[in-house]
């Protein structure tokens, strides 16, 4: 398999294997020449000669709206030879400031249009127009005549460098982001020998070494367990909610956590082979699979250029006898000026980058404008489970008193019981008893913890345990508190708890018309459950390669939406993969959208934003479109003088960032939704 081509300077992917250093844009290009690969901590000087060369474009404009006044025309009454002199300080003070800013920025994107051979691009035709528009007004002031374009020359470099520094950032923030949330290293394993207990690095494990894994800590391994028992939460990697009781034979794997016992684990698989590393692997494949994007607006300026070059050379010729050599130069000047794709080049990025920034403010982040352009035209969203729609903590959904004892009372003993575990059943009894707003649970003499089966404890001189019950096939989970005579004295029942706002985006998403399922390597019952719950079509008890089979299969405009190490290779074969907020590293990578806040309400919003912004780059390029196509027209027929055309470019240019502009009010929440009432709901606007 080729190897998969990443930004030298984002660590995205890219197009381009064949060079020592690839990028997927001018602008990391840039960055990355003008930044150094030092990038931590180093001056952002990309940012820096777009600051000051805005700074020297006021300058410019300064000079041309002087230029432009009415006062200064040589044939106005009282003006003569002063307002002559007059306008060419003007000039020269225009071009003095105007020079610089080519220096700034015009150079370094020649060097990335060379450099990356983007011979044709937008660009390339960025260069083309203010490049001409320099040189004309250039040569025009020297030799005291004609007229001068310093600022159309000055805004075009000016505009499009800083959409590609904002582009830029945003990668940037991205990756900084996402290496922030996935530290996520493998400490050293406890090995096993005949010298006792000794650390080491996970690497250094053979198959055979006896390992123990303490409570809270991850097991390194795939292997066998000789020793012990507890209480084993495998859910990053199968997708199980409850954590399952393992003994002495039962196998285990590496990835898997401990809640409350100790185990002594014979390794059978180590290194690469173990399963995390699979899913890994799983993971690369399916991000070497995915094609890089190319914008629709790269390929229209690609295909403008040699139009463009090819009628500014007939144009003259074409009223070289009509109009004289000045007059023809002038048109031709002004098909380069009209063509010149500020409009074109910003129109489908503006929207996208101010989409991005919508989503940022919104705590969403997302890895370019190309995944909101997907997850616009998505037709089915697909979402793991646990972690995703259900929650760790399990809801407490009855208590019932048995032989005497009333159902306040088994809920004391049973907070009682649970005070010191971090068991998830612990931790939703606990609530339910905080709920109640009863106080602190009285406090538990001679406390035991039964790893694998519960916890035990003295209480008003009497011995209680509470241990998992059976008979809970309805996706239920049953727990009973049992007295020292053995008999059963209470039964608390948890079911898995719904995700915030899971229940209104689920609904959301729907009435927009997108279809919804549940993939996940829980079991029947709790799966069953949640499609009871939530009217979903659910698939249970998939591995990590079935979840991968399932979204390929699915094919274009699937989005797959989870959280764990089990779901980092769908996510990643996906259009969109959407990891939630607490995800594992291997999803916050494998992901091209990361919800940073609790809940799903944040896709319902993306899902709103992204489409706006698909309209609105759409409007925009709809609009560049027509604009340079009757300029272009106006142009060749020679009646359009270059200063009309100066304008006319810039204004274009305004109304794309005006209208771009309107995407920075992110979607309201949808909490704020709820709180407001039905009648502005998920659809409302």
Request: hydrophobic share 50%.
């Amino acid at each position: 398999m080729t190897p998969r081509a990443t930004c030298a300077h984002c660590g995205l992917p890219c197009a381009d294997a064949g060079q020592a250093a690839s990028f997927c844009c001018s602008g990391c290009f840039l960055a990355h020449r003008l930044r150094g690969s030092d990038l931590e901590g180093a001056p952002d000087r990309l940012f820096a000669r777009v600051v000051l060369s805005a700074f020297l474009s006021m300058g410019v404009m300064v000079f041309s709206l002087s230029l432009y006044g009415a006062l200064l025309d040589p044939g106005a009454s009282g003006a003569g030879e002063t307002a002559s002199a007059l306008r060419g300080v003007l000039r020269l003070g225009a071009m003095a400031f105007a020079v610089p800013v080519f220096a700034l920025l015009g150079l370094p994107l020649w060097d990335a249009v060379v450099s990356l051979r983007r011979w044709l691009s937008s660009e390339a035709l960025v260069l083309a127009g203010s490049s001409a528009a320099l040189v004309a007004s250039s040569w025009n002031t020297l030799r005291g005549g004609g007229e001068v374009w310093f600022d159309t020359a000055t805004m075009v470099l000016l505009l499009y460098s800083l959409g590609r520094w904002l582009e830029v950032r945003a990668r940037e923030r991205a990756r900084s982001e996402l290496g922030a949330l996935a530290a996520e290293r493998e400490a050293p394993a406890a090995r096993l020998g005949p010298a006792g207990e000794q650390a080491v690095a996970i690497g250094e494990l053979v198959r055979g070494d006896r390992v123990r894994v303490r409570p809270g800590e991850v097991v390194p391994v795939d292997g066998r367990v000789l020793e012990g028992r507890s209480f084993v939460d495998a859910s990053a990697l199968t997708g199980e909610e409850e954590p399952e009781s393992l003994g002495p034979g039962a196998r285990v794997l590496a990835g898997s956590r401990l809640v409350d016992g100790s185990l002594v684990v014979e390794a059978e698989a180590v290194g690469g082979e173990r399963l995390r590393d699979a899913v890994a692997r799983l993971l690369e494949a399916a991000l070497e699979a995915r094609a890089p994007s190319v914008r629709l607006a790269d390929r229209l300026a690609g295909v403008l250029l040699p139009v463009v070059l090819a009628l500014a050379v007939a144009t003259p010729i074409l009223h070289w006898r009509d109009l004289g050599p000045e007059g023809a130069l002038l048109a031709g000047l002004s098909v380069v000026l009209i063509s010149c794709p500020c409009a074109l080049g910003i129109a489908v990025p503006l929207a996208f980058w101010t989409a991005l920034g919508a989503a940022w403010r919104s705590c969403v982040l997302v890895r370019g404008g190309d995944v909101l352009e997907r997850l616009a035209r998505a037709r089915r969203v697909l979402f793991d489970k646990t972690g995703t729609l259900t929650v760790g903590t399990p809801e407490l959904v009855s208590v019932e008193g048995l032989d005497g004892l009333d159902e306040r009372r088994v809920l004391e003993l049973a907070a009682a019981l649970e005070v010191g575990s971090e068991h998830p059943l612990a931790r939703g009894v606990r609530a339910a008893w905080a709920a109640r707003g009863a106080g602190a649970p009285p406090s538990v003499e001679d406390f035991r913890a039964l790893p694998g089966v519960g916890v035990e404890g003295t209480l008003d001189g009497r011995r209680w345990r509470l241990q998992r019950a059976a008979g809970a096939d309805d996706g239920r989970t049953a727990v009973e508190l049992v007295d020292d005579a053995g008999r059963a004295r209470g039964r608390l029942v948890f079911r898995a708890r719904l995700a915030e706002g899971a229940r209104e985006s689920v609904t959301a998403l729907r009435a927009r018309g997108l279809e919804l399922g549940v993939l996940t390597g829980d079991r029947a019952g709790p799966a069953g459950a949640l499609a009871r719950e939530l009217d979903l079509d659910v698939e249970s008890g998939l591995s990590p390669a079935d979840k991968l089979a399932r979204v390929s299969a699915a094919g274009a405009g699937t989005v797959f939406v989870g959280d764990g190490l089990n779901d980092a290779a769908a996510l990643a074969a996906a259009d969109v993969g959407v990891s939630v907020a607490g995800g594992s590293a291997a999803s916050l990578e494998a992901a091209s959208v990361n919800l940073l806040r609790p809940g799903l309400g944040g896709l319902v919003e993306l899902v709103e934003l992204s489409q706006g912004a698909v309209r609105t780059a759409r409007f925009n390029l709809a609009w560049a479109c027509a604009y340079n196509a009757v300029g272009l027209g106006l142009a060749v027929a020679g009646r359009l003088s270059p200063i009309f055309a100066a304008f006319a470019m810039v204004a274009s240019s305004a109304f794309v960032v005006l209208n771009s502009a309107r995407l920075r009010r992110a979607p309201r929440p949808l909490a704020a939704r709820r709180e407001a009432g039905p009648a502005t709901g998920a659809l409302a606007g």
